[in-house]
């Protein structure tokens, strides 16, 4: 059986394929992505794929695959697969929930606290060679400490981001989110409001639901326009919840303070207009990039993909529930 990689990823999965050595082939590819042409080349074989975020594993693609049997994403989010064809083939689709939880929230905070202090700004400025003497008036920004934060999403990232601010900073938390949350409000002493009550008392505005036709532009002109001045965007989940020419037209005309933003609508591209901006702090997607995130997620995709190839069931970290019932029959 073969099981398709379709970047680097850290040695632990590797090691868990290698103890099926004698039945698993590892096609382990490590240069640049692949294009399309090239993905559907490779999968055509594979009874498993490992892919990363930007692999666009759409109808095509699973069209392309003789024999595939599960789609074990190196991701938590899963939007860059068509969920539902995979269903319809009866393709599993797994992912590795969980232990990127602290590393994004920590990616947030530190998202957070770089644009209100100013640091790459101020970096910039040293790297330069523009700090010729003290000024009292430099790179001064705002103190975090009892202000509010407005979490569009309370699941796991937006709790826990939710319990730095509190527990950190002794910050107000708001939330927003389809569920309610109600251990966590009482631990964190959150209030789960409308998204407009959230986004007129916020100072600090962090992004953390999954991207879904219901999310996707949700944070558009009429949203920013109801957010603080002095407010601060924050944006770790997926780009197009946030309608980027909206946010540059809010970043240029100060309906709002500033954004940092670890995702974006056309990724990898970035608006030239962001780049221009001062009051915005840019990430390449690495919310995720710890070592102890990452080691994990690797291993946890090639969980799913020994749960299906080897132990003939549905992988532990299943994200069409639909096939929750399936028997394996067909592998052999
Ligand atoms: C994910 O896993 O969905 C993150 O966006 C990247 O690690």
């Given at each position: 059986?073969?099981?398709?990689?379709?970047?680097?990823?850290?040695?632990?999965?590797?090691?868990?394929?290698?103890?099926?050595?004698?039945?698993?082939?590892?096609?382990?590819?490590?240069?640049?992505?692949?294009?399309?042409?090239?993905?559907?080349?490779?999968?055509?074989?594979?009874?498993?794929?490992?892919?990363?975020?930007?692999?666009?594993?759409?109808?095509?693609?699973?069209?392309?695959?003789?024999?595939?049997?599960?789609?074990?994403?190196?991701?938590?989010?899963?939007?860059?697969?068509?969920?539902?064809?995979?269903?319809?083939?009866?393709?599993?689709?797994?992912?590795?929930?969980?232990?990127?939880?602290?590393?994004?929230?920590?990616?947030?905070?530190?998202?957070?606290l770089s644009l209100g202090r100013r640091i790459?700004e101020a970096?910039?400025?040293?790297?330069?060679?523009?700090?010729?003497?003290?000024?009292?008036?430099?790179f001064i920004g705002p103190k975090f400490?009892?202000?509010?934060?407005?979490?569009?999403?309370?699941?796991?990232?937006?709790?826990?981001?939710?319990?730095?601010?509190?527990?950190?900073?002794?910050?107000?938390?708001?939330?927003?989110?389809?569920?309610?949350?109600?251990?966590?409000?009482?631990?964190?002493?959150?209030?789960?409001?409308?998204?407009?009550?959230?986004?007129?008392?916020?100072?600090?505005?962090?992004?953390?639901?999954?991207?879904?036709?219901?999310?996707?532009?949700?944070?558009?002109?009429?949203?920013?326009?109801?957010?603080?001045?002095?407010?601060y965007?924050?944006?770790?989940?997926?780009?197009?919840?946030?309608?980027?020419?909206?946010?540059?037209?809010?970043?240029?005309?100060?309906?709002?303070a500033g954004?940092?933003?670890?995702?974006?609508?056309?990724?990898?591209?970035?608006?030239?207009?962001?780049?221009?901006?001062?009051?915005?702090?840019?990430?390449?997607?690495?919310?995720?990039?710890?070592?102890?995130?990452?080691?994990?997620?690797?291993?946890?995709?090639?969980?799913?993909?020994?749960?299906?190839?080897?132990?003939?069931?549905?992988?532990?970290?299943?994200?069409?529930?639909?096939?929750?019932?399936?028997?394996?029959?067909?592998?052999?």
């Amino acid at each position: 059986m073969k099981v398709l990689i379709t970047r680097e990823i850290p040695q632990a999965g590797l090691k868990v394929l290698e103890i099926y050595k004698d039945r698993i082939e590892v096609d382990y590819r490590q240069g640049p992505p692949l294009s399309q042409t090239e993905l559907k080349h490779a999968i055509k074989d594979a009874d498993a794929i490992i892919p990363v975020i930007p692999d666009d594993i759409n109808a095509d693609v699973m069209a392309a695959a003789d024999v595939l049997k599960i789609i074990a994403t190196y991701s938590v989010g899963y939007d860059h697969i068509d969920v539902a064809k995979a269903t319809e083939k009866g393709i599993f689709v797994g992912n590795t929930p969980g232990n990127l939880t602290e590393a994004v929230a920590e990616h947030a905070m530190a998202l957070a606290l770089s644009l209100g202090r100013r640091i790459p700004e101020a970096d910039r400025y040293c790297r330069a060679g523009k700090y010729k003497y003290w000024d009292p008036m430099l790179f001064i920004g705002p103190k975090f400490t009892g202000k509010t934060l407005g979490l569009i999403g309370f699941g796991r990232i937006g709790q826990n981001f939710a319990k730095l601010a509190r527990f950190g900073f002794n910050m107000r938390i708001l939330y927003n989110d389809p569920i309610s949350h109600p251990e966590a409000e009482s631990l964190l002493d959150a209030e789960k409001v409308e998204l407009d009550v959230l986004l007129g008392n916020s100072d600090i505005v962090s992004v953390h639901c999954n991207l879904t036709d219901e999310s996707c532009g949700m944070i558009g002109e009429q949203e920013l326009k109801k957010m603080k001045p002095l407010s601060y965007l924050i944006n770790t989940a997926r780009g197009p919840i946030i309608n980027e020419e909206a946010l540059i037209t809010a970043l240029k005309e100060g309906w709002i303070a500033g954004a940092a933003l670890d995702v974006f609508e056309d990724e990898p591209k970035i608006k030239p207009e962001l780049i221009k901006l001062d009051n915005v702090v840019l990430s390449p997607h690495i919310a995720s990039a710890t070592w102890e995130a990452r080691i994990q997620m690797s291993r946890m995709a090639a969980e799913n993909v020994v749960d299906v190839l080897i132990n003939k069931k549905p992988p532990r970290y299943l994200v069409n529930k639909d096939l929750a019932q399936s028997t394996i029959t067909s592998i052999s």
